[in-house]
């Protein structure tokens, strides 16, 4: 079992703080945590307030107002809209008088993987290439920690902002990666509730008949023979039908295997990373039977 108690143990703030200062000065820190994304975060942070500041003091002499004029409804709306905007504005303050508590956190995770034998790094490319990350303008994956052999795993987060919507709304997928014992045709699996679009729209369903699983749809790259083995993806999709995380697309790609998750999945609960240990070896078996 890996030892998860560095995710949960105190932290110094002196050590933090100073592991903090070693990996932003390396220029290992994520974007949101250099000088310059903290400076953004803090202006924004100081806008917003601003706005809740100068509405709040409107609904508020509104609320004065319609209570002299006897309009009660309006009062009452007033007061909804004006406790809504002091609620926000005072987590903007907590958020900002706390700022990103990024330090304990690489620090626990580092201490973490040392503690197993593992490898990590705050930021970092990803490790092997696919759907989930194929958005170099906006995309970052943090939080990386290599499982060594006979693991051997990729588990990182993946933020980015997704331009395929309308709304741009920036998601972050837990990232994993784990390798094949042979070389397996490039085809991706899609929950069919994912929220995660398909880059380029060059994909193409195929129709796999009663074959797959329920919850998830099948797809190929352009130049796919329309004949393919299919015992494979239909056996990933069963053990993935019963994962311990929402699991929304799974590439195979050659000798590697990279799963993306509706939530983070390298994060400092210790849960999370036993049942990734108990749901890796199912990975690996489903590949082993079927080589």
Not at 60 to 65: A, F, K, R, Y
Not at 96 to 107: E, F, H, I, L, Q
Not at 213 to 220: E, I, K, N, S
């Amino acid at each position: 079992m890996w030892d998860t108690r560095a995710l949960t143990a105190d932290v110094p703030a002196d050590a933090a703080r100073a592991y903090e200062q070693q990996v932003v000065a390396a220029g290992a820190a994520p974007r949101a945590d250099t000088p310059w994304g903290r400076a953004v975060a803090g202006a924004a942070q100081s806008i917003g307030i601003a706005v809740c500041v100068v509405f709040a003091l409107f609904f508020g002499l509104s609320i004065i107002l319609s209570v002299l004029r006897g309009a009660y409804a309006s009062a009452f709306g007033n007061v909804l809209v004006f406790a809504v905007l002091c609620a926000a504005g005072a987590v903007l303050v907590v958020r900002s008088a706390r700022g990103r508590d990024s330090g304990s956190r690489w620090y626990r995770l580092a201490a973490f993987a040392r503690t197993n034998g593992f490898a990590y790094a705050p930021v970092a490319e990803p490790p092997v290439a696919g759907v989930l990350v194929a958005h170099p303008q906006t995309g970052e994956l943090t939080d990386l920690v290599i499982i060594p052999a006979p693991v051997h795993a990729h588990i990182a987060n993946y933020t980015f902002r997704d331009l395929d919507f309308s709304d741009r709304s920036i998601r972050t997928s837990g990232y994993v990666a784990t390798p094949l014992g042979t070389d397996r045709p490039h085809v991706l699996l899609r929950a069919n509730r994912s929220r995660l679009s398909l880059p380029g729209r060059r994909w193409r369903r195929v129709d796999t008949g009663s074959r797959m699983p329920r919850g998830f749809a099948l797809y190929t790259p352009p130049g796919t023979p329309r004949a393919m083995p299919l015992t494979y993806p239909c056996a990933l999709a069963t053990t993935l039908n019963s994962a311990p995380f929402p699991i929304e697309i799974a590439e195979i790609r050659g000798r590697w295997l990279l799963l993306g998750i509706r939530e983070p999945v390298s994060t400092l609960d210790p849960d999370r990373w036993l049942r990734l240990q108990h749901f890796l070896p199912a990975l690996r078996a489903v590949d082993e039977n079927l080589t």
